[in-house]
């Protein structure tokens, strides 16, 4: 089969979504499959609308021979490639990744609220939030949706009206374990990107609470490529990453890899599992995140979250998390020829 993948950014672009781009079409290419990448690239300078537009016609000379279309995010590419894949008949999936109108109304607002309790009541959209709210609805509605954690398509279902039966739970891929060395310093690493969801004034307010008891600690910031931060992971102190809402998060998945300590916001779709190995905090009160900072900076806090750090050793490759897809891969192509072509269901 042929498989586009629709995707905004891709290594050496840094963040979660380039790398699971990269990861499936690898995987994909070594089940035999044909796989071409479709990246936003230079578009993103363009205003939203035109670079849609824009993007649309990017993808337009690879559906002549596709068998699928998997975008991944909801809307920057869904919704270009929702179209596309209509107009050429072809069967369609997305993989929601993140929740673009919440990290935007965030951004907006300053409304510091987690994803959970985002669509529990009704809110203020702009034009602009109200345009992606329902385009997302219309790509959604045209596609088998992938989610990787239960948490977001819970909270997706009722205002997405999202029918249940054609969605689907897909876990990020957790790469082996490596070998780690002992910290020479109580440092802690938060390298995120620098948009509101990530919750820098809790952060920054708690590290300071903690460091007036714990004067040796210290916190590292910035975004840099995978493999440096691997390195960096690989003999530091501890993690940290007290965001609003973590729906699935790789850094976390990758600091358990060294087995090193780490803090996260209770609300994270992964909480239920990863909160046994670490530590779990309400990312809205600063004491509660200043105290897990402390406890890390005691020694025998620190011993207790290493052991429990210890004992995670689950393991989930891109050629696992492929195989998951080719079913709805399969479906979709067979229902794409059926008489009741337009969407996949």
């Avoid at 042929?2 to 380039?18: C, K, N, Q």
């Avoid at 089940?31 to 035109?50: E, M, Q």
């Avoid at 993007?55 to 909801?74: C, E, N, Q």
């Avoid at 900076?297 to 052991?307: L, P, T, V």
Wanted: proline share 6%.
């Amino acid at each position: 089969m042929r498989i586009v993948i629709a995707t905004g950014i891709y290594p050496p672009e840094v963040g979660g979504p380039a790398y699971y781009a990269q990861g499936i079409a690898e995987a994909f290419k070594k089940s035999g499959h044909t796989v071409d990448v479709v990246t936003y690239g230079a578009l993103k300078k363009f205003p939203s609308g035109i670079r849609h537009i824009a993007y649309a016609l990017r993808l337009l000379p690879h559906m002549f021979s596709a068998d699928v279309v998997i975008a991944l995010d909801t809307f920057s590419v869904a919704v270009p490639a929702a179209f596309v894949s209509r107009l050429f008949r072809k069967a369609f999936i997305i993989r929601t990744g993140g929740d673009f109108l919440w990290e935007s109304y965030v951004e907006r607002t300053g409304e510091l609220i987690p994803l959970p309790h985002f669509y529990e009541k009704p809110r203020a959209f702009t034009f602009k939030e109200r345009m992606i709210l329902s385009l997302t609805k219309y790509a959604l509605r045209k596609a088998e949706v992938v989610f990787s954690t239960d948490m977001q398509r819970d909270a997706w279902s009722a205002p997405y009206a999202l029918d249940r039966a054609c969605t689907h739970i897909i876990g990020n891929a957790v790469e082996p374990q490596l070998p780690a060395q002992k910290p020479t310093t109580k440092n802690y690493l938060w390298h995120v990107r620098p948009n509101a969801i990530k919750n820098a004034a809790h952060v920054h307010a708690a590290f300071s609470k903690a460091k007036e008891k714990h004067s040796d600690i210290t916190l590292e910031e910035g975004t840099m490529p995978k493999n440096e931060l691997l390195e960096r992971m690989k003999n530091c102190y501890a993690v940290i990453l007290p965001s609003l809402t973590e729906i699935s998060p790789n850094y976390i998945l990758d600091a358990l890899r060294f087995h090193k300590p780490f803090i996260m916001d209770k609300y994270s779709g992964l909480a239920s599992w990863l909160g046994q190995y670490g530590i779990l905090v309400d990312p809205l009160d600063e004491d509660d995140i200043a105290g897990a900072i402390s406890l890390l900076a005691d020694d025998r806090g620190y011993e207790e979250a290493q052991e429990k750090a210890a004992v995670f050793s689950y393991v989930r490759t891109y050629e696992d998390v492929v195989r998951e897809y080719l079913p709805l891969i399969r479906m979709g192509t067979s229902l794409e020829k059926s008489p009741k072509i337009g969407t996949v269901r």
